[in-house]
């Protein structure tokens, strides 16, 4: 399974950027999509998260970000509104998938994409 991330970039505070994934290469089922962060010198964190029936949010981006998926494309989307600096990070896709009907789930990584916020 391969994660390719888009959208990141410079933003000044206040603006909005939209991060999209897509997952290619053999999937059976995607159980979880996760976007992450980590910020220089800071470790990784789960910033939101969606199932097939929910979603959550870290408590840092709670109103301002927004997860959604598109089953179809095996694609996952953060729609990143009024931004802060502090959202300053590299940010990375995660999913949960089954390559097949009978592989266990694995956890699969994005390479990133930076998002810069500009205060």
């Known amino acids: 399974v391969q994660l390719v991330e888009s959208g990141g970039g410079l933003v000044q505070a206040g603006g909005s950027l939209r991060l999209s994934c897509a997952a290619s290469?053999?999937?059976?089922?995607?159980?979880?999509m996760n976007w992450y962060r980590q910020a220089p010198g800071k470790q990784r964190e789960l910033v939101a998260t969606?199932?097939?029936?929910?979603?959550n949010y870290a408590d840092s981006v709670k109103g301002r970000f927004t997860i959604s998926r598109d089953n179809a494309k095996n694609a996952v989307y953060l729609q990143m509104n009024s931004l802060k600096s502090e959202d300053t990070a590299v940010y990375y896709c995660?999913?949960?998938?089954?390559?097949?009907?009978?592989?266990?789930?694995?956890?699969?990584w994005g390479q990133g994409t930076q998002v810069t916020v500009s205060s």
């Open positions: 290469g053999s999937i059976f089922s995607i159980n979880v």
């Open positions: 995660n999913v949960v998938a089954h390559e097949t009907r009978y592989s266990d789930a694995f956890h699969y």
């Open positions: 969606i199932t097939s029936g929910s979603t």
